[in-house]
Nanobody, 122 residues
């Protein structure tokens, strides 16, 4: 059974940086696309970034463009989300997901991690 395990969340101040990791464990998993989503209390889960497993075509939500960077390490079967210049509105539970389509919708992703909390204080 394949699992996605996120790590790297925490409590930081506005302007700080964090790097989230999403490692796939279990049998070999070769999804085409890995994505990051986030969900704040009382809000729907929203798209943050995605990347092809080949490393091609990173794509970002407008709200994080220029501040966040998605990347992957194929040897470690891990996807990263580098988050710089964090803002209080970035506070949410961050989830990684794996799928096979180039999509920004949660419904198009088949496998999800358990989430990691990111809290940005002002």
């Amino acid at each position: 059974q394949v699992q996605l395990v996120e790590s790297g969340g925490g409590l930081v101040q506005a302007g700080d940086s964090l790097r989230l990791s999403c490692a796939a464990s279990g049998r070999t998993f070769s999804s085409s696309v890995r994505g990051w989503f986030r969900q704040a209390p009382g809000k729907e889960r929203e798209f943050v970034a995605r990347i092809y497993w080949s490393g091609d075509m990173p794509y970002y939500a407008d709200s994080v463009k220029g501040r966040f960077t998605i990347s992957r390490d194929a040897a470690k079967n891990t996807v990263y989300l580098q988050m710089n210049s964090l803002k209080p509105e970035d506070t949410a539970v961050y989830y990684c997901a794996a799928g096979y389509s180039r999509s920004s919708y949660p419904r198009d992703y088949d496998l999800w991690g358990q989430g990691t909390q990111v809290t940005v204080s002002s």
